[in-house]
């Protein structure tokens, strides 16, 4: 088992040279893992594990000591099978540790063959009955001012496009015209159509943002409530999963948050936040914004509002179309028992009903 120290883009971690296996997490953690996280007085003897999460793409596990400090643990993320196909893990690595320089995520402690494990960030998932909270719609929006005004790591890649169109364009090219699967390629061709309609859709999309005036910042881009953890003790919102990081459309980010007021497992796209709670999210967000640039508080005009508002809906749009190819894309390589093509599905349909709406949208 070799651990090498790796380094990209001025970043330097740890590599354990092992593959944990997803059902006996807790003996591969306690042979292969223990000595790189960072806790000389934890004994393998002592330690105990809990899945937090065993979700669509990854396992999520807790790692800590039988008779320690409650807050001591380490998180120990499993990749699923596959996964490595649609997320650059070095990628997602950097990032980590680039926002916990700014103060904005935990550590990482060392990465292994299929996952990394990492600090703990104190708190629970905000629950998607919570996402129009006025309280839970302030601290999401200051977080996420810090974050887009973070400096994002150089590209891992040689790429020139933001975030959501290098996926689109990279996903939409591997989508096939028909599904080996027969009950893939019927679902696909009831819940979409075919090929033709989502591609020229897609460069509908692409004509109705080409001009966008939205900085490019360093975005999270899948803001689902799973992915925001509130820690009431100190009444903050972080962000956790930064797999998508990367640099995007500020106003995509803010889109692509209030299309997640559905939730994931059987969307309710009803739950879409009105204009009101919109703008209210949209003000805060400029407001903390502005006191970061400025040093002081400052008045967000009602035009600057409004401005941002309408460019938010039409990255619904495009956040739509992204997570319809991601479903499309997954359903060719994964292995969990999950519908994604019925999934794409529901994300297209969305786009279809929405599109002429948030087109329509006034910048002033």
Not at 247 to 261: L, M, Q, T
Not at 318 to 325: E, G, K, Q, R
């Amino acid at each position: 088992m070799a651990v090498t120290q790796r380094e990209k883009e001025g970043v330097v971690w740890t590599h354990v040279a092992t593959v944990i296996d997803a059902e006996n997490f807790l003996e591969g953690f306690k042979t292969h893992l223990l000595s790189h996280v960072q806790r000389p007085n934890w004994s393998p003897s002592g330690t105990r594990a809990k899945v937090f999460v065993d979700g669509f793409t990854n396992k999520l596990v807790a790692l800590y000591q039988e008779d320690g400090p409650k807050d001591d643990v380490v998180l120990m993320r499993i990749n699923g099978p596959g996964t490595e196909k649609i997320i650059d893990r070095d990628a997602e690595l950097i990032s980590t540790h680039v926002l916990h320089r700014a103060g904005l995520a935990a550590p990482v402690y060392v990465q292994f063959d299929n996952g990394t494990c990492y600090g703990y960030q104190p708190g629970r998932t905000v629950h998607v009955s919570e996402m129009g909270d006025r309280a839970m719609l302030g601290r999401v929006a200051k977080t996420m001012a810090k974050l887009h005004a973070t400096e994002p790591p150089p590209p891992t890649h040689s790429r020139a496009l933001p975030f959501v169109w290098a996926k689109c364009d990279d996903w939409i090219a591997k989508v096939p015209q028909t599904f080996e699967d027969p009950k893939k390629n019927e679902t696909f061709q009831k819940v979409i159509g075919s090929l033709d309609t989502l591609r020229g859709q897609y460069q509908w999309l692409r004509g109705v943002l080409k001009d966008s005036r939205s900085p490019l910042v360093f975005c999270h881009n899948d803001l689902l409530c799973g992915n925001l953890i509130y820690n009431e003790d100190a009444g903050t919102v972080s962000f956790i999963d930064l797999e998508y990081a990367d640099v995007n459309y500020s106003a995509y980010d803010i889109g692509n948050y209030f299309c997640e007021f559905a939730g994931f497992v059987n969307p309710d796209y009803s739950r879409y936040p009105d204009e009101n709670t919109q703008k209210l999210f949209i003000r805060f967000y400029l407001e903390e914004a502005a006191k970061i640039i400025r040093g002081e508080d400052s008045l967000v005009s009602d035009d600057e509002v409004h401005s941002l508002y309408s460019e938010a809906n039409r990255f619904a749009l495009a956040s739509h179309m992204l997570w319809a190819l991601w479903g499309l894309f997954q359903a060719l390589y994964s292995t969990k028992d999950f519908d994604y093509v019925a999934y794409a599905g529901m994300r297209f349909a969305e786009f279809l009903k929405r599109k002429d709406e948030f087109s329509a949208l006034s910048k002033h």
